[in-house]
């Protein structure tokens, strides 16, 4: 069965410093991965998908993420973070079999230090 | 913009008191989702509608009913409100049931139930 696991539930880091979300997946094939953000009070907006193409991911607001199958990760990084990148992030598997349900990771509360 | 709105964004009933939230899309998406999302958890899906067809999850307690009367609007009644149900409810929206076409989330509405 797909899921997966977000190593880190906090992440803190200083304004204009790099920042990486941790994911791990469990897939028994070629997984559908998506990384959301969710700001207070707001629903989730998407970051950016893998589904087989190219294992580096390019996403909006400067994050992108790589899909490394050795290691059954999809991290997240972004090279200077910003203090509006402050929010909640969900690293999210697409359960297949013709139903296109989302598993969730439990999530990682970004923080940003001035 | 095309978008996923919901309405309302806040909502307030009594507990037992029934209660409708709103959902409109003008992506013209063929599948339309309700999550709940508790605090600090994940969301987790309640049913989708594909076009017409309604599909439940197990887990979706009775007290939670949908309808889908057209492509643009998706409601979510809850008949009789526990304080367990108090979360934000989050509506998305997929063009289909393909593995790389991602979901599209409103902005929720959070329900309190007095």
């Known amino acids: 069965a797909q899921s997966v696991t977000q190593l880190d539930s906090h992440v803190s880091v200083s304004e204009g410093t790099p920042v990486l979300l941790r994911c791990n997946y469990s897939s028994s094939y070629s997984p559908s991965l998506f990384w959301y953000v969710q700001h207070p009070n707001k629903g989730l907006q998407l970051l950016l998908k893998y589904t087989s193409a190219a294992t580096l991911v390019k996403g909006i607001n400067g994050f992108e993420a790589e899909f490394k199958k050795s290691e059954t990760s999809f991290h997240l990084t972004k090279p200077s973070a910003h203090m509006s990148d402050a929010a909640e992030y969900f690293c999210v598997v697409l359960l297949g079999g013709g139903a296109q349900k989302l598993v969730f990771g439990q999530g990682t509360r970004l923080t940003i230090n001035p | 913009d095309a978008m996923v709105i919901q309405n309302p964004r806040y909502q307030v009933t009594q507990f037992g008191k029934p209660v409708t939230l709103s959902c409109s899309q003008t992506?013209?998406?063929?599948?339309m989702y309700w999550y709940q999302q508790k605090s600090s958890q994940a969301p987790k899906l309640l049913f989708h509608?594909?076009?017409?067809?309604?599909?439940n999850e197990a887990d979706t307690p009775d007290n939670f009913q949908s309808r889908r009367p057209n492509t643009s609007f998706c409601f979510l009644d809850i008949r009789s409100p526990g304080l367990g149900d108090a979360a934000m409810y989050l509506c998305?929206?997929?063009?289909?049931?393909?593995?790389?076409?991602?979901?599209?989330f409103g902005d929720g509405t959070r329900l309190s139930i007095l």
């Open positions: 509608y594909y076009d017409k067809d309604f599909n």
């Open positions: 998305a929206t997929s063009r289909d049931l393909a593995g790389n076409q991602p979901q599209h």
């Open positions: 992506l013209n998406h063929n599948v």
